[in-house]
Each structure stands twice: as structure tokens, then as C-alpha cells.
T-cell receptor, first 114, second 114 residues
Framework: NAGVTQTPKFRVLKTGQSMTLLCAQDMNHEYMYWYRQDPGMGLRLIHYSVGEGTTAKGEVPDGYNVSRLKKQNFLLGLESAAPSQTSVYFC?????????????FGDGTRLSIL | KQEVTQIPAALSVPEGENLVLNCSFTDSAIYNLQWFRQDPGKGLTSLLLIQSSQREQTSGRLNASLDKSSGRSTLYIAASQPGDSATYLCAVNPNGAAGNKLTFGGGTRVLVKP
């Protein structure tokens, strides 16, 4: 049972490069989320989606774009990477619209911007 | 703006001792509160979810209490084991609408010594 799968697991980029992080879930969840985790800052919500074809901004959306073309996939893009975007990125998904079910997390993508 | 705080940031106990982890939040108007465990290099695993109408939730050796009026939740782990060593995070869900957007505390890193 895969759950939430994130690719890649590690990546090093140079400033100004672009890349896309992929999140895939096989639980038929409607809701998907992208977080970043930084020392001393905890997890912060970047963007989220309440269903296929929808996206919305979270707490720290600047510098990121997302797409949810298929229900099972949620993509996070960095158009022009900056050192401040060095972080661990987590994707999560949940089933319930009312928040009565917990979120399920992937193992993270560790991204370094040089 | 909701703020979630976990004190202490780190805790070390001998095996067999009971663990008490604290979580406080500034806005008592929450929908639910969730406790997670995070192992090094891994994602978050949901441990317990307490709805705002509940006072506590139990799962095996874990018990979480919620006092909305005082803005506090406590996670108790009975008879700690070395395998309980991990970082524990709490997160609050402000409402049940528009997705399960969580605000996280900074976590408490726990070390259980054999």
C-alpha cells in the first residue's frame, strides 16, 4: 500500500533553475496539500487543492506554482529557484471535507538551492 | 492569526517513564487537533485526532487530551520505550471547511534512553 509518494527524494539545484516536485496518492483522496518544513519554523502550508482542477494559496505561496490535473497527482513547481527555498517539502492528502479524517503524508523531498 | 507552541523543544527520559508532551494554541475556535509522529528523514504519521467536541482520545499507550477553553492539548505516552524516540508535532485545524488546513507547532524531539 503506497499511500502518498513523492518524487524525487533529494535534489540539488542552482539559483534560477526550475523544477517540479511530484506527489501521487492512491487513496482516492479529494484534498491534497504541499508544506515546507524549516528548522525553527515548523511546517507551513504552501498551496492546497480541494479537488481535481482546483488549487488555492496557503500561508507561504510566493515563488511556487501548483497544478492538479488529475485527482491522484499534485505538482509543485519552482519557476526560478532561490536559496530561501532550500527546505524539506512534504505532500499530504486527506479524504474528508470536514476535517474528520487525518492527513496522510509522504516521506518528503529534500531540496537544496545553491 | 493562530499560533501553536510546543514546549519543551526537546525531552530525554529513561525507558519506562511516562511521557507528557504539551501543545498550546492561541485561538480556541478550532475544529480539531491532531498529534503526529515524525521519525528522522521521514514524513509525518498521524497518531490521534481529537474533535473540538471531545475531551480526549486514546490509542494503546497513547492518550491525548484537549482543553479548548484554555488552548491546550497534552499527549501522554505510557511506559515509554526506545522505539518512541521521535519528534512529536501537534496541529490545529481552524475549521472544517475548504480543506483541512493545519497550523503546526514546532514539535518536541523525544529521546527515550534504554
Amino acid at each position: 500500500n503506497a499511500g502518498v509518494t513523492q518524487t524525487p527524494k533529494f535534489r540539488v539545484l542552482k539559483t534560477g533553475q526550475s523544477m517540479t516536485l511530484l506527489c501521487a496518492q492512491d487513496m482516492n483522496h479529494e484534498y491534497m496539500y504541499w508544506y515546507r518544513q524549516d528548522p525553527g519554523m515548523g511546517l507551513r502550508l504552501i498551496h492546497y487543492s480541494v479537488g481535481e482542477g482546483t488549487t488555492a494559496k496557503g500561508e507561504v505561496p510566493d515563488g511556487y506554482n501548483v497544478s492538479r490535473l488529475k485527482k491522484q497527482n499534485f505538482l509543485l513547481g519552482l519557476e526560478s529557484a532561490a536559496p530561501s527555498q532550500t527546505s524539506v517539502y512534504f505532500c499530504a492528502s486527506s479524504y474528508s471535507a470536514t476535517g474528520r479524517q487525518p492527513q496522510h503524508f509522504g516521506d518528503g523531498t529534500r531540496l537544496s538551492i545553491l | 492569526k493562530q499560533e501553536v507552541t510546543q514546549i519543551p523543544a526537546a525531552l530525554s527520559v529513561p525507558e519506562g517513564e511516562n511521557l507528557v508532551l504539551n501543545c498550546s494554541f492561541t485561538d480556541s475556535a478550532i475544529y480539531n487537533l491532531q498529534w503526529f509522529r515524525q521519525d528522522p528523514g521521514k514524513g509525518l504519521t498521524s497518531l490521534l485526532l481529537i474533535q473540538s467536541s471531545q475531551r480526549e482520545q486514546t490509542s494503546g499507550r497513547l492518550n491525548a487530551s484537549l482543553d479548548k477553553s484554555s488552548g491546550r492539548s497534552t499527549l501522554y505516552i505510557a511506559a515509554s520505550q526506545p522505539g518512541d524516540s521521535a519528534t512529536y508535532l501537534c496541529a490545529v485545524n481552524p475549521n472544517g471547511a475548504a480543506g483541512n488546513k493545519l497550523t503546526f507547532g514546532g514539535g518536541t524531539r523525544v529521546l527515550v534512553k534504554p
